[in-house]
C-alpha cells in the first residue's frame, strides 16, 4: 500500500469510522478511486456474523408466524412472544397424544429428520441406548402433571450421533384450560 493512497487499505470504513471528522479530513486527498477491481466482501467475518444473527432473527419470526396459525385454531392462552425468547434451535409442537404435528426448520438441522419423517411420531424416536431410562421417566411424570419443565436428555441424530439436548418443555391450554398440545423448545449443549 502507498503511503500516499489509503484506498487500497482493507477495512478503510472501519478505520474512516474511528477517526474524527478533522482526522477525515486530513486524510482525504490520500483516499482515490482503486485502480484495481476490489473484493466483493474483505470483512466476512464481520458480515457473517450479521448474516447469521439476522438468519436466527427471521427464523423466530417464521416460526412466530407459524405458531401463530396454531393459536388461532386451538385457542391457546399462551405468550408466544414471551416464549420463544428463549435460546432454541429446534421447536417441536405435539398433540395431547405426544405426537408430532409441526416442526421447524431447525429441528432438521438439529437432528438431521426432515419435519415429514417427524410428523406423527412420538419424539422419542430420537432416543437410543444411552438415553437415560430415569430422565425419560421424569419427562412422563412432568407431562402426566401438565406443568411446564425442562430437561436435558441424550437424543440421537439421524446418522445415529449421540447428543445432549437441552427441552424446554410447555403444555399449550386452551380457553377451556384444557391441555391440548405441547411445546418443545430444544437446543443442543
Known amino acids: 500500500m502507498s503511503k500516499n493512497n489509503l484506498s487500497n487499505m482493507m477495512c478503510l470504513d472501519l478505520f474512516l469510522n474511528s477517526?474524527?471528522?478533522?482526522?477525515?479530513?486530513?486524510?482525504?486527498?490520500?483516499?482515490?478511486?482503486?485502480?484495481?477491481?476490489?473484493?466483493?466482501?474483505?470483512s466476512i467475518d464481520i458480515v457473517g456474523s450479521y448474516l447469521a444473527e439476522r438468519t436466527t432473527e427471521f427464523?423466530?419470526?417464521?416460526?412466530l408466524k407459524c405458531l401463530n396459525t396454531f393459536i388461532e385454531k386451538y385457542q391457546w392462552r399462551i405468550d408466544l412472544d414471551n416464549l420463544l425468547k428463549t435460546d432454541?434451535?429446534?421447536?417441536?409442537?405435539?398433540?395431547?397424544e405426544k405426537k408430532i404435528i409441526w416442526a421447524n426448520k431447525g429441528f432438521t438441522k438439529m437432528t438431521g429428520y426432515p419435519m415429514n419423517f417427524a410428523?406423527?411420531?412420538?419424539?422419542?424416536?430420537?432416543?437410543?441406548?444411552?438415553?437415560?431410562?430415569?430422565?425419560?421417566?421424569?419427562?412422563?411424570?412432568?407431562?402426566?402433571?401438565g406443568i411446564p419443565f425442562s430437561e436435558t436428555i441424550i437424543n440421537y441424530?439421524?446418522?445415529?450421533?449421540?447428543?445432549?439436548?437441552?427441552?424446554?418443555?410447555?403444555?399449550?391450554?386452551?380457553?377451556?384450560?384444557?391441555?391440548?398440545?405441547?411445546?418443545?423448545?430444544?437446543?443442543?449443549?
Open 19 to 42: 477517526l474524527n471528522q478533522k482526522e477525515r479530513l486530513e486524510l482525504k486527498h490520500k483516499i482515490s478511486a482503486l485502480k484495481s477491481k476490489p473484493h466483493a466482501l474483505m
Open 59 to 63: 427464523q423466530k419470526i417464521m416460526d
Open 88 to 96: 432454541y434451535t429446534a421447536l417441536v409442537l405435539t398433540n395431547a
Open 119 to 145: 410428523v406423527g411420531k412420538r419424539p422419542n424416536f430420537l432416543q437410543g441406548k444411552e438415553t437415560s431410562q430415569d430422565t425419560i421417566n421424569r419427562f412422563r411424570e412432568n407431562l402426566k402433571l
Open 157 to 189: 441424530t439421524k446418522n445415529k450421533t449421540p447428543y445432549n439436548c437441552h427441552v424446554r418443555i410447555t403444555p399449550l391450554r386452551n380457553k377451556e384450560d384444557i391441555i391440548t398440545h405441547f411445546i418443545a423448545l430444544e437446543k443442543k449443549v
